[in-house]
C-alpha cells in the first residue's frame, strides 16, 4: 500500500486485476482500464476513476466515498453493499450494474444510465438522479427520501416499497413504473401515475394537483378539472376535449397540439 500512495495510475492497464482489499483512497485512476478487475472491500475514498472502464468489475462492498466516476464505463459491475456517499457518477454507464444495497446518498447521478440496474434495498437520499436513465431498473425497497429524480426515465422501473417521502419528480416519465400500496410516494405523484397507468376516465380532477407532471399524449377528455393546479405540466398532444378547465392554473404548462375541442376553458 505505501508503494501506491501518491502515485498516478492514470490510464493504467489493470484489468483482471486482483485488487481485494487494496488501499487505493485519493488515487488518480482517470482512464484506468479495471475491466474485470476484483476490488471487493478496496478502499477507494475520494479516488479518481473518471473515465475509467470498470465493466464487469467487482467492487462489493467497497467504500468509495467522495470518488469521482463521472463518465466511467461501469456497465454490469457488481457494487452490492458498496459505500458510494457522496460519489460522483454524473453521466457514468451502469447499466446492468448491481447496486443493491448499496450507499449512494447524497450522490451525483445527473444524466447516468442505470437501464436494468438493480438497486433493490439501496439508499438514495438526497441523491441527484435528475435526467437519470432508470428504464427497467429495480429500485424496490430503496430510499429515494428526498432524491431529485427532475426529468429521470422510470418506465417500467420497479418501485414496489420504495421510499419516496418528499423526492422530486418534474417530467420525469412514470409510465409503466410498478408502484403499489406500500411504496411511500406523495398523493400528487400517486395520482399522476395512476392517470398515467390507469387512465383518467371516472376520476373527479377538480382541484387536484398536476403541476411540472409528465402528461404528454394522455386523455383527459370529458374530465372535471375545474380549479386544477396544472402549471409547469406537460399536455402536449393530451386529450382535453370536452374537460372542464374553468379557473385551472395553467401557467407555464405545454399544450403543443392539445385538443381543447369543446373544453371549458
Known sequence: NN???GKNLRSADLSNADLRNVDLSQIDLSGADLNGADLSEANLNEVNLSNAD???????????????????????????????????????NLRGANLSEADLSKAELIGSDLNGANL??????????????????????????RADLNGADLRNANLNGAKMRKVRLIQANLRDTK??????????????????????KGK????????DADLKNVD????????ANL???????ANLSESDLSKANLRKARLTDVNLKDAIV
Open 220 to 227: 383527459l377528455s370529458q374530465i372535471n378539472m375545474s380549479g
Open 54 to 92: 470498470l465493466s464487469d468489475a467487482i467492487l462489493s462492498y467497497s467504500y468509495l466515498s467522495k470518488a469521482d466516476m463521472s463518465g466511467a464505463n461501469l456497465s454490469d459491475v457488481e457494487l452490492q453493499g458498496a459505500d458510494l456517499s457522496k460519489a460522483k457518477l454524473n453521466g457514468a
Open 120 to 145: 433493490s434495498g439501496a439508499i438514495l437520499k438526497r441523491s441527484y438522479l435528475i435526467r437519470a436513465v432508470l428504464i427497467d431498473a429495480n429500485l424496490s425497497e430503496a430510499d429515494l427520501s
Open 231 to 237: 402549471s409547469g405540466a406537460d399536455l402536449s398532444e
Open 179 to 200: 408502484i403499489d400500496n406500500t411504496t411511500k410516494i406523495s398523493d400528487k405523484w400517486r395520482l399522476v401515475w395512476e392517470i398515467l397507468n390507469n387512465g383518467a
Open 204 to 211: 373527479n380532477l377538480s382541484n387536484a394537483d398536476l403541476s
Open 3 to 5: 508503494g501506491v500512495k
